[in-house]
């Protein structure tokens, strides 16, 4: 409401508009639209859900990376006519942590844009989740842009569900654009994940994203540089201008720590796909990713997808024990990576949480401390 502001050129107050969203009584079921507003690179209008920080008084409304109606969100039943839960006919809009889920009779949206000015703008997206509603079996989009100067930046978000009606369905359209990157984001069971036409114009680079289950993963031509992408199919299917996608990995098994209930957490213990295949984009001038969507940290050797997957701490049911459960030098020990290997085998009481005191520059001094997380076999 721009009368609280007395005015609605934000550019001219110095203003930015920060708008955060609060769990009430269920899903927000009415579409919103961002018009009449004047904005600009720094003067920009921001729709978010609050984390867990002083300044917000510990009132999170922020998702955990799984869909929970305890949390705010958006579930709209678009009725006739292409538009979404939030159609942006504005410029230099950011939406972060928001979960929008949608349907309609026609082609509905989580977020719709059309074009706003015929001046260059930007548009961006982050740790949002964005699905079809339960039972919806008509085609519906993601995210869908027709603005041929818009600038997308989406990362961190996980896209499910877009599927149904008469194949058109899919998680990511930006027909129109000018240039956007799409970096760490996790595509689940749609039609197709990404659309882009080549005649439409614009750039995309795409980076560090994971497909699983898509029918198609990206179609169209994309950005020199894209790369580092993982997906469950034999081919991402898409092409790149100019040379990239060399660390592509595709027939992938991805580990989710509850995929059946829409849990895409990587498992630290069973993921062979994306954990530490990624690239380092924290450096990356044009969009520099630095976490994930919970807000952990991403190491240099980081994970692909929307998930940076953070190693359990495990400590020993046997606290307080002073005694050694096995001990000697003649029982070589090789360490591998992650893995210790021993020439003989260990008791069947040592396993997760017990430390292995070892000497690792064989200079005849225990040096180093190791704690299991896992045990194989006996040996391993």
Known sequence: DSSHLNTTDLVSGNYILNIPCYYDTGADTTAVT???WTTGASNYIKIYTPKNTATECNRSQRHSWKWDNTKYSMSVDIGAGNSGCINILEDYVKIDGLQLTVSGSDYPGCIWRTAATATTNQVEVSCSILKTTSGYAGNAFGIRSYDADCNWKIWNNIFYDFTGGG????ALSLRYNAVSYVYNNTFHNNTTAIVRHDTDGGTISLNNNLFKENTSDAYGTYAAGSDYNATSNAS?????SGGGNTHDRTSQTFGFIDEANDDFHLSYLNDAGAKDYGVDLSLDGNLPVTDDIDGNMRPSACDIGADEVVRPIYRSVGVGASAPLATGTANALTVSGSTAS??????????????????SDNGGVVDSLAFIY???DSTH
């Open 342 to 359: 021993f020439i003989s085998a260990l008791p069947d009481n040592i396993g997760v949480g017990d430390a292995i005191q070892y000497d």
């Open 167 to 170: 194949g058109q369905s899919q």
């Open 34 to 36: 961002i018009d009449g």
């Open 374 to 376: 896992g045990r194989t």
């Open 236 to 240: 991402i299917g898409y092409t790149v």
